[in-house]
């Protein structure tokens, strides 16, 4: 079903542990000790943290760590401090099973799937750091308080780790600023790659959020994506604003689609855009729109 290097996953095999099965941790202790006998025999450690309900896209991650690190770790855990919104917390999938499933297969040596209390033994405590404009604006707007949980989850979770290399996805786009920025500041010898977004044939972006939509919302549900590469092939042709409009009244077409924001913007300082679209050249589409209760996310970096 999904695209699996089996050549590499056997070289990876060969040169890490025999892989016939995914090591399951769910105690922090049991992951520092392996992490640590590992790095003791020189070897390096790739870093996938998830949230679950594994798809092509987490898989992709998976993929590139087997391919650039001779351990691959993926943590599974519903973390309860990046969500603003219970229900979304509720509802969240779990797929355990399957996931175990598919990370064997792309040659994941382990999976880490602490409990709450293991990661969070002392309560529900979020690191507050300030980290400017990246953490107030879009989704820090939309959603307060998420990137302070994310924040400390992934710090938790490199303190634990402790990754040569970890892999995050661009789907998540101000989520890789804020990591990027997370690594500059406090582990400035981790290596952050950003692998790009894996899309569904029809175009929208995968997420473990997407098994919630009805048929009729998850065909709506393509119009956002491509609504972003309608802006993209008529980059330069109109000014942002006309763009932008015209791609709001396509996307509004559709009953189940709700726009809490969908622009273009600087991709470096999160700016909103505007004017001759030809001559700005860091532009990025961010956007979040409900497609029903569910929120889906989204954005493509324009190559102008
Ligand atoms: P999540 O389980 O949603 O927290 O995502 C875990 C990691 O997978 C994050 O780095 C995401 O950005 C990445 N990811 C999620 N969806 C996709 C996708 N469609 N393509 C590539 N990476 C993705």
Redesign the pocket.
């Known amino acids: 079903m999904f695209n699996i290097d089996h050549k590499k996953v056997r070289k990876n095999k060969q040169t890490a542990v025999n892989q016939t099965k995914v090591i399951v941790f769910k105690t922090v202790q049991a992951v520092q000790n392996y992490v640590n006998e590992q790095k003791a025999k020189g070897l390096s450690i790739g870093f996938?943290?998830?949230?679950?309900a594994l798809?092509a896209?987490?898989i992709?991650?998976i993929n590139k760590s087997v391919q650039e690190t001779n351990i691959c770790i993926c943590s599974i855990f519903v973390n309860p401090t990046q969500f603003n919104n219970i229900t979304d917390l509720e509802k969240y999938p779990k797929t355990a099973d399957a996931d175990i499933k598919l990370l064997l297969e792309a040659g994941c040596h382990v999976l880490f799937m602490p409990p709450v209390e293991e990661m969070y033994p002392t309560g529900l405590l979020k690191n507050t750091e300030d980290f400017g404009l990246i953490t107030t604006l879009l989704e820090g707007e939309k959603r307060p308080g998420h990137f302070d949980g994310v924040k400390t989850i992934v710090a938790k979770l490199f303190d634990i780790v402790k990754p040569t290399k970890t892999f995050?996805?661009?789907?998540?786009y101000q989520?890789v600023m804020v990591v990027a920025e997370l690594i500059k500041r406090h582990y400035p010898t981790i290596q952050l790659c950003i692998?790009?977004?894996?899309?569904h044939e029809d175009g929208l972006?995968?997420?473990?959020r997407n098994v919630r939509l009805n048929k009729m919302q998850r065909e709506e549900a393509t119009a956002i994506s491509k609504a972003m590469f309608y802006i993209q092939e008529n980059w330069g042709l109109h000014t942002i604003e006309q763009l932008v409009q015209n791609a709001l009244i396509f996307i509004g077409a559709n009953k189940s689609l709700q726009v809490e924001y969908f622009n273009v913007y600087n991709s470096e300082t999160l700016e909103l855009l505007s004017g001759n679209s030809s001559a700005h050249l860091k532009a990025v589409i961010l956007a979040a729109v409900f497609c029903g209760e569910v929120r889906l996310i989204d954005n493509l970096i324009i190559k102008p």
């Open positions: 996938v943290p998830t949230m679950g798809h896209g987490h992709s991650l995050f996805g661009q789907k998540d989520q692998e790009p977004t894996v899309r972006a995968m997420s473990s």
